[in-house]
């Protein structure tokens, strides 16, 4: 009894111990394919770097199916770690804004916005209004994430929204204008990313207009008017003291009311080809593409259907590149191929995105046959560039980056009533090439983090059954193998046991 009262007592002096330890020297072990449960250098020297005390106040309503409640459970695991990571500079509290009026008018007024789920109960499925936001606060900013959407690239939310309130120094992007470029309201989705990080203003390129030294990176999109000579030099200079520059250019232009395609000229896209880079008045055609909805007559009748154009390629593959980890699809209109071809052993040239494995290429002028039954004869390329990076080194060992996508309308969504919600993967483009180009914390690696839905359904049939018996089967292997391996262990002892009991 004696023996038991002090193995009892030891073993509960381990366990303090253990947490005693553990508070001092915490970790976990991340099996997740992209890390998704570790913490980033990045969001560990932004915690790290903290000054003022962060307040998170998450809005989530209670109740919510495992789905969506999943959302709660990430969140809450990420502040945990931040909490730590920041020697608790950071503190949080959930809210559920459902319990009374009053707090769920605090929510709205904050900014955070609800959303209908769908919920089962009593086998009928019925909607209801759930919150699932965050406001961080540090003294009198705060930055909002209206909804965490569960399987998101939530650090890199979090992350980011605490570096920008905590940024009082932020680099400067221009959007050069004065060439027909779309205005930063006609980039709403990008400008607004952008401006977590950095200070995103409008830049008017001319013959007198010196690129200040304050700009990290200059964003071209979509010029329709000609450069002239002093603007290019003017351009060059800031390159060649370490700028860097973000262009997506029409090299040809489609018009639907005429349905012709012709060229597009501005004089950029000569001084681009005196670097290497070479982009040809074509049009990239495509087996994967975006469709267009065309009015179709039966009889007397009259009604629109939605037919596949290639001129409308959806670029799916991309190469292994910050700029392009974790994009899925950027949907382009128009696009050109991209060439590059230089002697300067100084310059290097990466290609991003290409075109599919069934894919082609028809030059400018042209004219677009809707009805057109495309076959595989049509398009006998593959891997056409659309988009690459230029890098030139300089003295000194500093260097510039020049960023090219050949669709000046990628990011462009519109503005008032006229404005079109993009797709993520073509907003995460530019953004990314601009972190890439200007940011050096490494938060461009966050905001493609996310959990990868891989649904069950989309597995062949053959892994599937695989994995099905795998799951079944594996346990009770296991079992056997440590049941025999016990076995055999206790007759190797029986059988030592009777040899000294012999002797």
Known sequence: MKKLNTSIILFIAIIVFANLVSEQY?????LTED???SLSNATKNILKD???PVTVKAYFSANLPPNVAQARKDLEE??????????????YKFIDPNKDEETEMKAMQAGIRPVMINVREKDQMKQQKAYLGAIIEVGDQKEVIPFIEPGSALEYALSSSIKKITNTNKPKIGLIQGHGEPSISDIQEVAYALNILYDFIPFTLNDTSKVPDDFTTLALIAPTDSFSTRSLTNLDNFLNRGGNLFMALNMVEGDFSTAQGSAVTTGIEAWLSKKGIN????????SKCGTVSVQQQQG???YNTNISFPYLPIISK???HPITKGLEAVIMKFASSIDFNSSDTLTSFTPLAFSSEQSGSINAPLFFDVQKDWTSSDMPLKNIIVAGVLEKKLEEQSLYKICVVSDGDFPVGGSGNQQQRLQPDNVSLMVNSIDWMSDDTGLIDLRTKGITYRPIDEIADGKKQFLKYLNFLLPILLIIIYGVIRMQSNRVKRIKIMEENYE
Not at 26 to 30: A, K, S, T, V, W
Not at 78 to 89: H, P
């Open 26 to 30: 915490y970790f976990r072990i991340d």
């Open 35 to 37: 890390k998704q449960y």
């Open 50 to 52: 903290l000054v003022e």
């Open 78 to 91: 990420y502040l945990v770690e931040y909490s730590r990571l920041s020697d608790n500079n950071l503190v």
């Open 279 to 286: 982009l040809k008045t074509d049009f990239v055609i495509d």
């Open 300 to 302: 007397i009748f009259r």
């Open 318 to 320: 991309f190469s292994d």
